[in-house]
C-alpha cells in the first residue's frame, strides 16, 4: 500500500474556508495513494479552543462534503483527521471521518479520551464511547485520535476488533515530541501492528506543534518521519506484515491480563 499523510501547517491569518479549499487541493494530489491521512483538528487548530463552538459543524458539514468530494476526485481511501462535530442532541465532539474512494462516508469516530485536565477539551466536547474499525481491501484500519495514544487499553481494543493498522491523527505539541514518537513506536510493537500518526505543524492558539508525522511498522521499526514543517510524507508499506509478524513471534496469544474472566474475591 502507499499511503500519503499530510502534515498541515495551521496557523494564524489563514481562514477555516480557505484552508479547507487549501487541504481539499491537497487530497487531489495525492491521486495514486491506497490511503490519505489528515491530522486532528486541522480546520481550527487542537488547542484553539475559544474557536470550537463558533467552529463546529454538523457531521455532514462543510468539512465533509469537501473531504468526500476531494477522495472521491483522487479515488483514494481519506482519513480526513477531525473536525469539531456539533451534535443537534448533545455536547460538541472531536469526530474523525473516513471516506472511501467514492466518496461515501466509511466511518465516523468520535474521541474518547479528551485531553486538558478538566480545562479545553476535556471540558468542552463530549467523549465518545465506540471503538471504530475500517475495513479496507488490504488491511483493517483501527480508528484513534491523538491523546488516545497514551491509553494502550483502546489499542488492545481495536486488536481484538481485528485491526492491523492503527491510524492516529493528532494536534501533539512540540514540547512533548519525544513521548509522540516513543508512544507511537510503542503502540506498534505491543500491538504487531503498523501505526500511521499524522500530525499538524505550525502554532495553534500560541501552542508550537510536534509535526513529525511517523510510520510504524510491527516491529517498532521507523519507516518514514516527516521534519518539523508543513509537508506530504509518503510510505510504501506491505500490509501482510502484521500477519507474518503476529505468527512469527506470537506473543498476543500469551495475554493474560485483560482477557473477559471472573474477578477473584478477597
Aim: with cysteine.
Amino acid at each position: 500500500m502507499r499511503a500519503s499523510l499530510l502534515q498541515v501547517a495551521v496557523n494564524e491569518g489563514e481562514t477555516v474556508e480557505s484552508r479547507r479549499r487549501r487541504v481539499a487541493a491537497m487530497v487531489r494530489d495525492q491521486a495514486g495513494a491506497d490511503l490519505v491521512v489528515l491530522p486532528e483538528l486541522w480546520t481550527t487548530g487542537a488547542f484553539a479552543y475559544e474557536e470550537f463552538a463558533g467552529e463546529a459543524e454538523p457531521l455532514e458539514g462543510p468539512t465533509y462534503e469537501a473531504m468526500a468530494k476531494a477522495a472521491s476526485e483522487a479515488g483514494v481511501w481519506l482519513h480526513a483527521g477531525s473536525v469539531p462535530e456539533r451534535d443537534p442532541d448533545g455536547p460538541l465532539y472531536n469526530t474523525s471521518l473516513v471516506f472511501s474512494p467514492s466518496g461515501d462516508l466509511a466511518a465516523a469516530y468520535r474521541k474518547i479520551h479528551r485531553f486538558g485536565f478538566d480545562q479545553g477539551e476535556a471540558v468542552l466536547m463530549g467523549a465518545g464511547d465506540e471503538l471504530v474499525t475500517v475495513r479496507l481491501p488490504h488491511t483493517v484500519l483501527g480508528v484513534a485520535t491523538c491523546y488516545d495514544l497514551r491509553f494502550p487499553e483502546l489499542f488492545r481494543g481495536l486488536v481484538d476488533a481485528g485491526a492491523e493498522t492503527f491510524v492516529v491523527p493528532a494536534g501533539w505539541p512540540e514540547r512533548r515530541r519525544s513521548h509522540w514518537t516513543l508512544l507511537a513506536r510503542a503502540r506498534a510493537v505491543e500491538n504487531q501492528a503498523f501505526v500511521l500518526a499524522c500530525g499538524t505543524a505550525g502554532t495553534h492558539a500560541g501552542v508550537p506543534q510536534a509535526g513529525h508525522s511517523i510510520v510504524v511498522d510491527p516491529w517498532g521499526e521507523v519507516l518514514a518521519e516527516a521534519g518539523p514543517g508543513e509537508e506530504v510524507l509518503d510510505v510504501d508499506f506491505d500490509p501482510a506484515t502484521v500477519a507474518g509478524t503476529r505468527e512469527r513471534f506470537p506473543a498476543l496469544k500469551d495475554r493474560v491480563l485483560g482477557l473477559a474472566r471472573p474477578a477473584r474475591r478477597p
